[in-house]
């Protein structure tokens, strides 16, 4: 995947395809079940929400890896 950024639209996913530490940070924020099912449809807002965690800090941690 050729994304330069983290979008609330991206599936959990397409968000391990972006940056390899994405993982730490989902998981950080209780998101561990990347082989389920629905990593593949549930999106990062949604994830956030069903994890009561907020999407724009979340997002905002994702998006800082790239300035590591």
């Known amino acids: ?3 330069d950024r983290f979008t609330e639209e991206m599936t959990i996913y397409q968000a391990l ?3 390899p530490k994405a993982k730490d940070v989902l998981m950080k924020y209780g ?3 990347f082989g389920c ?3 593949l449809s ?4 949604e ?7 907020s999407k724009d ?3 905002e ?3 800082a890896l790239f300035e590591e």
């Open 61 to 63: 941690e994702l998006n």
């Open 17 to 19: 395809q972006v940056h």
């Open 57 to 59: 800090k979340l997002l």
């Open 47 to 53: 994830a956030a929400m069903v994890h009561g965690q």
């Open 37 to 39: 099912p629905g990593a």
């Open 1 to 3: 995947m050729a994304e």
């Open 31 to 33: 998101m561990t079940c």
């Open 42 to 45: 549930e999106t990062l807002a």
